[in-house]
């Protein structure tokens, strides 16, 4: 992981911790390309920090920094650009679903209506799906 980053973002003796994570780019192997970022909850600023974990390298070390960060929980044996590939499903998979839903509350013949429901129920399943 070339410069990684981890940001802590501090409001009114509040702090939060915000991180991207940071892949070679496909196109062009001298740059980075950067997923969206992930933030932990607001915490008191001056609350009780954890420990650093324990890593052999710094691509370690960020690799366990982040992981709590998103909004999936990690998956046995499957590295954290497999989680990241996952979340960014899941998050376009939310967004079809809020496009759904808001198409059926405009809708107002019930034929149609019958139809759009039909989708959502079906691109709900898949969004379960990706967040088990």
Excluded at 21 to 29: F, I, L, M, S, T
Excluded at 54 to 60: D, I, K, R, W, Y
Excluded at 73 to 89: D, G, I, N, Y
Excluded at 90 to 116: C, G, H, P, S, Y
Aim: hydrophobic residues 40%.
């Amino acid at each position: 992981m070339q410069f990684s980053i981890l940001f802590e973002l501090t409001f009114e003796a509040r702090a939060q911790v915000v991180a991207a994570y940071k892949r070679p780019c496909e196109a062009v192997a001298t740059r980075w390309t950067l997923s969206g970022y992930f933030a932990s909850d607001w915490q008191p600023a001056h609350c009780e920090r954890a420990t650093m974990p324990v890593a052999l390298n710094l691509g370690g070390l960020y690799v366990q920094l982040l992981q709590p960060l998103t909004p999936l929980p990690a998956r046995p044996q499957k590295s954290l650009a497999a989680l990241v590939e996952r979340v960014t499903k899941m998050q376009a998979a939310q967004r079809e679903v809020d496009k759904t839903f808001a198409r059926l509350e405009q809708e107002k013949q019930f034929n149609r209506k019958v139809e759009i429901n039909a989708t959502l129920r079906q691109r709900k399943a898949e969004l379960e799906g990706l967040t088990r």
